[in-house]
C-alpha cells in the first residue's frame, strides 16, 4: 500500500479561515469562526486525500533564525486579533480528537517543519500533499509533493505541482526562491529589489537562471535603471533569497512513523462539536462511527391492532407530517415510547383506532412530544383532540436559547448530545426529491425521535430549573401553544370576493400611478428595474446620487425616501412600489392560500422563534400587512366573521413598552405620569423643552414621541437624526436631554448593559433570556448593537410575554364564562376576536379587564377596544 503524507501549515491555514468567515460565536459567547472553517477543511482533506499519515506544523514564536539575517522580517504585519488568538487552543484541542499530530520548533516557522518532513518523506516514498495559503511553500513542489494553496476562503484550491509552476510562471519551483529574493514579499516583509516586479523578476530568471547567475552577468543586463537598481541592492537580493529560502534541514525531533493516522477520537470529537455549537457538523462525522455508536439498531413493534398495553403514564409521542403547512397536510406516522417499549403505529391502523383516540384524549394520560401546537392541530383535522401534552421538547429548547433555530428535532437532540437521530433532511429527502421512504425506515426514524424525546425532557426539565425558567414553560408557553393551535385550527374568514375587487381597484390605481411616472420622466420604462429607473432618476432628472452598486446606481428605499422633496416622481414611485407588493403579497398571495371550501386561511404562528419571544406569523404574514398606506389598511376589509350576525374586535395595549420600561427602570416621573393618564409624549415634550403642557406643540410632541419609542429599542443619535430629519448633533442633545429628564431611564440602560457583559445574557420580567455574546466583541459596531439589543430586550421580551399571558387569561376567562366568541389573532400588542352581536356588551368589559390585570406593574396597563363588521372597521 502506497503511503500518503499530508502536511498543513497551520497558522496559516487559522488565519484564512478567521478572515474568510464572519465573526461566529457559540452560546457561551466563544468566538469560533476560524475553529469553524479549520474543521470544515479537515473534514475535506481526510475525506479527500485519504492520508495515511497527517502532521499540523505551527510557528513557534514571533522570533526565527532569520531575524538574525534581517530584523524587520515580518516586521510591519498587524497584530493577531485577540478574537483568532482565542481560538489557537480550540483548534489544537481539535487536532487532539481527530488524532492528527501537531508540532512546532522553538526558532523555527511551520514552514520549515514542512520542508524538512516533505524531504524526508521523498526519500522514503512518500507521495505528500502540503497544504497552506502561503505561496512560499510552492518551492517544496516535485513530483512526490504537490503543493495546495488556498485563494479564496479556504475551499478554493490551487494545486501546484512542477509543471503548473511551469506553466504559470515559466520556472521550476526551486526558482521560486530566486523570484522572491528580486521582488520581495511584502506580507513577510522581504525587502527584494526595489522596482522589480514579478514580470521582471521572471524575465531575468529565464534569462540568467537563477539568482547568483544574474549578480555575476550584471553587465550584460540592458537597461540602465534597471542594472543600476540591481547592483545598488544586489546584498539585499541575496538575503532576501535567503529568508525566502525554506529550511530544509531544520533540527525536528519527531519521525514520519508517529504521524501515522489511525482516526478520530470520536466521542472527543462529538463532545468538542457540541460545545463549540458545531451542529450542523455532528452529521457528517465518519458514517460508520455514527452508525455504530449513536444509531445502534431500535427495538421496536409495529402495531397492527391498538391495544390498551401499549400505552403508559408518560409517553414519548412523536407525531410525523411531512408537508410544511399541517394545516393541509396529511400525518405519515406515529410513534410511542414509554416503559413498556417503543412502538411504531401506521397512521392508518392509528386513525382508526377508538383505543388510540381515547388514549390521545386523555388528560391523565401525559405525553412528551415535539411541537405541541402542531400535533394537536394536524390531529384535530383527523377529529382527534390531544390532551395530555405536558412537555413540549421543541419549546424547552427554545426557552433555554432563543437565538438556536433548530428546525427538525434531530437537531435540538444533537444540541443538547443525544445523537440517536437522523435529520429529516437524511430520511425524507429534500425539496422535490422530499418523499416517505419505505416503512421499515421510516418507523425506525419515528420510534428513535419518540425515544430521544423521553430521554430529552430529563435533561431539559433540569435545565430550565437550574435557570428559573420552569414556570415561563409551564405556565405561560405549553398552555400557550394550545391557544394558538386553537387559533390555527379556526383560522380566519376571507370575503374573498370584496378581495378581487381590491385587486381590480389596485390594478387601476397602479396603471394611473404608472401613467404619472411616465409623464414626470418624459419616457415609458420599466419601473421594476433599478437599472432602468436610476438611469432617469440620476442621468435624465439629474438627481443626486446617493449611493452606487457594482450594476448602476441604488433605487432602494431608503435612498428614495431622502430624494423625496427633489422631485414629484419620487412619491410616486414609493407609492407604486407598495402598491405592488400589496397586490403580489397579499391580494394575489391570500387568495392562493385561502382554503377553497371554507374561504378561510390558517396562518401559522411560530412560537419557538424569535429572540425577544415575540410570535410571528407566517403562510400567510397577518401581521405585517402594511397599514400606513390606505390600501394596505382596506385589505383588513376582507377579513370578516365566520358566522352570521358576528363581529370583529379589536383590543390593542396602549404603549405597552414604555409601560413596561416605566417599571423596569424604576423612573419616579414616567411611573407618575402613566399613574395620571398624562398623555406621554406631551410629558415628555415638558420635560426635554423644558415647556408648560399649553406651550408643546406638535412638533415638540412628534420628537417626544420619536425619541420615546426609540430609547426602548436603544436608538443612537444617527438612528433618531434620520426618523426626525435633523442633525446627529441635534439628537444627540435630544437624548442627552431625554436622559437627564428620566434619570431611572439613565441608570437602567447602563445597568442592563453591566449585567449583560457580567452574565452573558438578559432577562424578561417572566424570566425569559437572551445570550448576547456580542456584548463583550472588541468591534465597536458589533459591541453597540449588542448594548442596544441588551436595552431593548427585556422591554419586548416582557411585553411579549404580557400580551402571551393576555392570551391564555382571555381563553380561560371565555370558556368560564361560556361565550362563544373566539380568540382569532395576536398582531403585535393587539389581539383579534370574533363574536356574535349579543356578547359585545360582555366583552367590552372582560376583555380590558383581563388584559390590563395580564401581569402586576408599578404603572397600570391601558387596553383600547373597538369592533365592527370587519378587521378594518374594527380600529
Known sequence: MSKKLVLIDGNSIAYRAFFALPLLNNEKGIHTNAVYGFTMMLMKILEEEKPTHILVAFDAGKTTFRHKTFSEYKGG?????????????????????????????????????????????????????????????????????????????????????????????????????????????????????????????????????????????????????????????KDQAIMSKELATINRQAPIVIELSELE???????????????????????????????????????????????????????????????????????????????????????????????????????????????????????????????????????????????????????????????????????????????????????????????????????????????DQHDLFSSLEMPLSLVLADMEYQGVKLDTVRLENMGEEIKSRLAEIETKIFELAGEQFNINSPKQLGVILFEKLGLPVAKKTKTGFSTSADVLEKLASKHKIIEEILNYRQLGK????????????????????????????????????TDPNLQNIPIRLEEGRKIRQAFVPSEKDWVIFAADYSQIELRVLAHIAGDEKLIDAFRNDMDIHTKTAMEVFHVGKEEVTSNMRRHAKAVN??????????????????????????????????????????????????????????????????????????????????????????????????MIDMAERLREEGLKTRLLLQVHDELIFEAPQNEIERLKKIVPEVMENAIDLKVPLKVDFSYGPTWYDAK
Open 261 to 467: 493516522y489511525e482516526g478520530a477520537e470520536n466521542e472527543k470529537l462529538v463532545k468538542m462539536f457540541k460545545e463549540l455549537g458545531f451542529n450542523s457538523l455532528l452529521d457528517k462525522l465518519d458514517t460508520d462511527v455514527t452508525e455504530t455508536i449513536e444509531l445502534e439498531d431500535m427495538k421496536y413493534k409495529q402495531i397492527d391492532t391498538v391495544d390498551q398495553d401499549i400505552f403508559a403514564k408518560e409517553n414519548g409521542f412523536y407525531v410525523e407530517i411531512l408537508e410544511d403547512n399541517y394545516h393541509y397536510a396529511d400525518i405519515v406516522g406515529f410513534a410511542i415510547v414509554n416503559e413498556t417499549g417503543h412502538y411504531y403505529l401506521p397512521v392508518k391502523t392509528a386513525l382508526a383506532s377508538e383505543a388510540f383516540k381515547k388514549w390521545a384524549e386523555d388528560e391523565s394520560s401525559q405525553k412528551i412530544v415535539y411541537d405541541a401546537k402542531r400535533s394537536e392541530v394536524s390531529l384535530r383535522h383527523h377529529g382527534i383532540h390531544l390532551k395530555g401534552a405536558e412537555f413540549d421538547v421543541a419549546l424547552a429548547s427554545y426557552i433555554l436559547n432563543p437565538s438556536e433555530s433548530p428546525d427538525d428535532l434531530a437537531a435540538i437532540a444533537r444540541q443538547h448530545g443525544f445523537l440517536i437521530v437522523q435529520s429529516d433532511e437524511a430520511v425524507f429527502g429534500k425539496g422535490a426529491k422530499r418523499k416517505i421512504p419505505e416503512e421499515t425506515k421510516l418507523a425506525e426514524h419515528l420510534v428513535r425521535k419518540a425515544d430521544v424525546l423521553v430521554a430529552l425532557k430529563e435533561k431539559l426539565e433540569q435545565d430550565l430549573w437550574d435557570n
Open 709 to 806: 419609542f426609540g430609547i426602548v429599542y436603544g436608538i443612537s443619535d444617527y438612528g433618531l437624526s434620520q426618523s426626525l430629519n435633523i442633525s446627529r448633533k441635534e439628537a444627540g442633545e435630544f437624548i442627552e436631554r431625554y436622559l437627564e429628564s428620566y434619570p431611572g431611564v439613565k441608570e437602567y440602560m447602563d445597568e442592563i448593559v453591566k449585567d449583560a457583559k457580567a452574565k452573558g445574557y438578559v432577562q424578561t420580567l417572566l424570566h425569559r433570556r437572551r445570550y448576547i455574546p456580542e456584548i463583550t466583541a472588541r468591534n465597536f459596531n458589533l459591541r453597540s448593537f449588542a448594548e442596544r439589543t441588551a436595552m431593548n430586550t427585556p422591554i419586548q421580551g416582557s411585553a411579549a410575554d404580557i400580551i402571551k399571558k393576555a
Open 77 to 233: 504585519r498587524q497584530k493577531t486579533p485577540p478574537e483568532l488568538s482565542e481560538q489557537f487552543p480550540f483548534i489544537r484541542e481539535l487536532l487532539t480528537a481527530y488524532g492528527i499530530a501537531q508540532y512546532e520548533l522553538e526558532n523555527y516557522e511551520a514552514d520549515d517543519i514542512i520542508g524538512t518532513l516533505s524531504l524526508l518523506a521523498e526519500k522514503e516514498g512518500f507521495d505528500t500533499k502540503v497544504i497552506s495559503g502561503d505561496k512560499d511553500l510552492t518551492q517544496l513542489s516535485s513530483d512526490k509533493t504537490i503543493v495546495n494553496i488556498t485563494r479564496k476562503g479556504i475551499t478554493d484550491i490551487e494545486e501546484y505541482t512542477p509543471d503548473h509552476i511551469k506553466e504559470k510562471y515559466g520556472l521550476t519551483p526551486i526558482q521560486i526562491i530566486d523570484m522572491k529574493g528580486l521582488m520581495g514579499d511584502a506580507s513577510d516583509n522581504i525587502p527584494g529589489v526595489p522596482g522589480v516586479g514579478e514580470k521582471t523578476a521572471i524575465k531575468l530568471l529565464k534569462e540568467y537562471g537563477s539568482l547568483e547567475k544574474l549578480m555575476e552577468s550584471l553587465d550584460q543586463v540592458s537597461g540602465k535603471k534597471l542594472k543600476d537598481k540591481l547592483v545598488e541592492f
Open 582 to 617: 400589496l397586490q403580489s403579497t397579499y391580494i394575489e398571495g391570500l387568495q392562493k392560500i385561502v382554503n377553497k371550501e371554507t374561504n378561510k386561511v390558517h396562518t401559522r404562528f411560530n412560537q419557538a422563534l424569535t429572540a425577544t419571544g415575540r410570535l410571528s406569523s
